[in-house]
């Protein structure tokens, strides 16, 4: 192993038996301005274990890392035994969960032990994969990219990676694609999730970066979710709230969701819009507040740009505009506007409800606008988190594996250029900046058109996680697509591969990752992968090697054997800019456990909550971006920008509503929507194969209200079918409290573990659009129309969850509701 034990227990406590029932254990009250306190969770698989000096034959060894299936980064510690995981328990002074774990942090290490795992390198023969070494498998990979680059050149290839993988594997795709090669095709699958997160934040405050922190629950008098269901997307998190929700001086909270749940039965307004219609929503909400004189006129001149064009574009969009195309009561909206213009300490959430639906940058940029015209940044309790989905989604983008320059750099800006080519020492030229980068729809479109003819996907399985999965399957099953897969499992997307490389899992590599609130967290080696299997970064470093990528020195491009070096690297690139990364070391991480970025020689312990003062990173010289039009996603130039903003303040970007381009209709006469549930991950190739997991949510189900269940002649358990124009669905039906006329499907399920012979009728993307937000190139999943019959009628419940926002109708008990009918902080 390269990284010895961070310590040896000889008292690992077992997990009390059933956090499927009680995903959010137990409750640790604690009121507005106090520490939220501690409480250590953990699993084992048996027990008990004793340290090394006690006996030789149970000893438990334990490795420091953060969770690996969501982005709140829970610290948590691996048990190893005799070179096998055999447990967790979270770390109860990190600054993120204070001990706890959430039902997938609990149960989600025993995937890497499946008996399924790749453990070979796999080449495609004569139609067929065959199992092969690591040379020729390599070999194969670096001649076909020599001979595309001999030929088309370096944009008929393509890379398209994870939000899972570790900061160095990134940054080492990166400087190969970017600086070695010279394609432009490079994105992650973090375009599906959190594309929109990195746009809201670039186009109001010049550049990515949460502005909040974890911490702003702990201080906040009022808490506003927008499309995020955290109960179920942030599993510890929201035990952090229902802590405060717990204790003296509750806040109020208000969620902005279709669907019901954990999250609105704890709330004190549950707003449910149409699908489609949240910038509708929050131009209404502003509208309000602006009306109502709720407002901080002397942080707007200060410190915003753009406060005329806001007032302007909300003016004609009263309460009564919104509700009339939203659906949410006139009433419930001045009510909300009221609770967010009242509060004193405001901290917003924004997630997929909102990244994923029609006009999404517009939407969530008017969340920032929102807390920027109320003064609600920079100090404890005021905030905002453009949330993140995966757990490392925030160093694709930081590294510059999302479509962006790595260390948040500005494509259009010449000197932005020149510095990362002068920290790799190449070229300018050699760094593709004539244009936008390409994002993943885009490069699905190019592959389909037959100018990309190399695709190398790591850590991803776009068979099931792309919109209009039978033209996705048609895509990557092109005789003239080279395809290459890298993966822990076989999926749905290594069938279509043409070279199939076995990866290592969390636990098996060390590398760093961070989370949505900025904190970095190191993961180191517990136990070594299965087989041949190797890291990712061992992998991008061995095609680098055999494709002998040279600076302009003519020395190696990528001179890195390891990730500590590889990390060290990083820093540099980083060094001055948002994420800077100058001040952390391994060792540090090693000793401290999570720090937030930027963290520099004069910041040593990183920086809690940026913006403290106003002083955004967006001076022209310094921003990510100039700035699109939110409604076309048209991209301002150097000039635009600098006109509007020559003092680097932030900007209230606005947009007018419009409606979704498919609506129901006849044909066609519900909305729908898709997500997640808390018991499974993507498209499950880890999750399903835990037992606990498994059992929790074990297979596709239709979400919808009663009386459309009744107008279908539905009950719950029927088997129906879901259709829209590009495909159908059959599942069994959930019949929940959704808002009448919207049906939710889960997007996890696909076809690796469904019974043979069923055909392509599980996965929830086999119903969704080729469309996506014209500013940040998310698709659309949560805007569609469709219609759903019955095929039979079955005894029993559907397989979904009991606990979550899938429970059905009257089948969760709620609780109490602190605040409840408040409509503002006392």
Not at 544 to 552: E, G, N, Q, S, V
Request: charged content about 25%; aromatic content about 8%.
């Amino acid at each position: 192993m390269d990284e010895k034990p961070h310590r040896e227990d000889a008292d690992a406590p077992i997990t009390p038996p059933d956090r499927i029932a009680e995903p959010w254990g137990r409750r640790t009250p604690y009121g507005q301005g106090e520490p939220w306190p501690e409480r250590v969770d953990s699993f084992m698989t048996s027990g008990p274990y004793v340290a090394e000096d006690e006996g030789p034959v149970r000893v438990v060894h334990w490795y420091a890392t953060a969770s690996n299936f969501h982005s709140n980064g829970d610290a948590m510690e691996l048990a190893v035994r005799d070179g096998r995981l055999v447990g967790v328990r979270g770390v109860a002074g990190d600054r993120v969960n204070r001990g706890r774990l959430d039902p997938k942090d609990l149960y989600g290490w025993q995937a890497i032990a499946s008996p399924d795992r790749l453990t070979r390198p796999l080449v495609r023969e004569g139609g067929v994969l065959r199992e092969t070494d690591w040379d020729a498998a390599m070999d194969c990979i670096s001649d076909r990219t020599r001979a595309l680059l001999d030929g088309p050149g370096p944009d008929s290839i393509g890379f398209y990676t994870s939000g899972q993988l570790f900061l160095e594997e990134y940054y080492a795709l990166a400087v190969i694609a970017r600086g070695g090669l010279g394609t432009k095709h490079l994105d992650g699958n973090t375009r599906l999730c959190t594309a929109t997160a990195a746009e809201a934040l670039k186009e109001s405050f010049g550049c990515d970066g949460q502005p909040g922190s974890y911490a702003d629950i702990d201080h906040a008098d009022t808490i506003a979710l927008f499309g995020h269901n955290m109960a179920e997307t942030q599993g510890v998190l929201w035990s952090r709230v229902l802590d405060r929700l717990a204790g003296p001086e509750p806040p109020v909270l208000l969620c902005v969701d279709p669907r019901p749940g954990p999250v609105s039965e704890a709330a004190s307004l549950h707003l449910q819009p149409k699908p489609g219609t949240n910038l509708a929503l929050m131009n209404g909400l502003l509208h309000e507040v602006i009306a109502g004189g709720l407002i901080d006129p002397g942080y707007i001149e200060a410190h915003v740009v753009g406060f005329d064009d806001l007032a302007r574009q909300v003016a004609g969009f009263p309460a009564e505009a919104a509700a009339a195309a939203t659906g949410v009561p006139a009433e419930q909206i001045r009510a909300a506007a009221r609770i967010l213009g009242q509060a004193d300490r405001l901290l917003s959430t924004v997630l997929q409800g909102f990244y994923q639906s029609h006009q999404a940058t517009a939407a969530a940029v008017q969340v920032n606008n929102l807390h920027l015209i109320r003064g609600m940044l920079g100090r404890p309790g005021c905030g905002v988190l453009q949330m993140n989905g995966q757990p490392t989604a925030q160093n694709t983008r930081e590294c510059g594996a999302d479509g962006d320059l790595p260390g948040f750099r500005n494509w259009a800006n010449p000197r932005h250029v020149e510095e990362l080519a002068q920290i790799w020492n190449v070229p300018p030229d050699r760094i593709p900046h004539d244009g936008p980068p390409t994002h993943a729809m885009q490069m699905i479109r190019l592959a389909e058109e037959g100018s990309l003819r190399m695709l190398w996907v790591s850590g991803t399985n776009p068979a099931v996680s792309l919109p209009d999965l039978e033209r996705i399957r048609t895509v990557l099953g092109q005789d003239r697509l080279f395809l290459v897969v890298q993966d822990l499992f076989p999926t749905e997307t290594t069938e279509f591969a043409d070279v199939v490389l076995p990866a290592a899992g969390w636990g098996e590599k060390t590398g760093t990752f961070t989370n949505a609130d900025r904190t970095v967290h190191l993961s180191l080696k517990a136990v070594d992968p299965p087989g041949e299997a190797r890291p990712d970064l061992d992998i991008f470093l061995d095609f680098a090697h055999r494709m002998d990528l040279r600076d302009a020195s003519n020395a190696p491009l990528i001179p890195w054997r390891g990730p500590e070096e590889v990390f060290e690297a990083w820093k540099e690139c980083s060094r001055g800019r948002p994420c800077d990364y100058s001040g952390l070391s391994y060792a540090l991480l090693r000793e401290h456990g999570g720090i937030q970025w930027p963290c520099t020689a004069e910041h040593p312990d990183g920086t809690e909550r940026l913006y403290t003062h106003g002083d955004f990173h967006s001076r022209p010289e310094d921003c990510e971006t100039y700035g699109k039009d939110l409604l076309t996603g048209t991209p301002q130039d150097e000039d635009a920008y600098r006109s509007l903003n020559p003092h680097g303040k932030a900007v209230l970007r606005t947009a007018p509503y419009v409606p979704p381009p498919e609506e129901p209709d006849d044909a066609y006469p519900l909305w729908l929507t898709t997500g997640r549930t808390l018991y499974q991950f993507h498209t499950r190739t880890r999750t399903g194969r835990v037992p606990q997991l498994r059992s929790a949510a074990p297979d596709m189900w239709i979400e919808l209200s009663a009386a459309d269940a009744a107008a279908a002649g539905l009950v719950e358990g029927d088997l129906a079918e879901v259709s829209t124009r590009r495909g159908s669905v059959r599942a069994r039906v959930r019949v929940t409290g959704i808002r009448e006329g919207v049906l939710f499907l889960p997007f996890h399920y696909g076809y690796w573990d469904a019974p043979d012979g069923d055909g392509h009728h599980r996965a929830a993307n086999e119903l969704t659009p080729t469309t996506w937000d014209p500013a940040s190139k998310q698709p659309l999943f949560k805007t569609g129309a469709a219609r759903i019959t019955a095929v039979a009628h079955l005894p029993g419940a559907a397989p979904a969850p009991h606990h979550t926002a899938s429970a059905p109708t009257g089948g969760r008990s709620s609780g109490p509701r602190p605040n409840a009918g408040k409509e503002g902080p006392s």
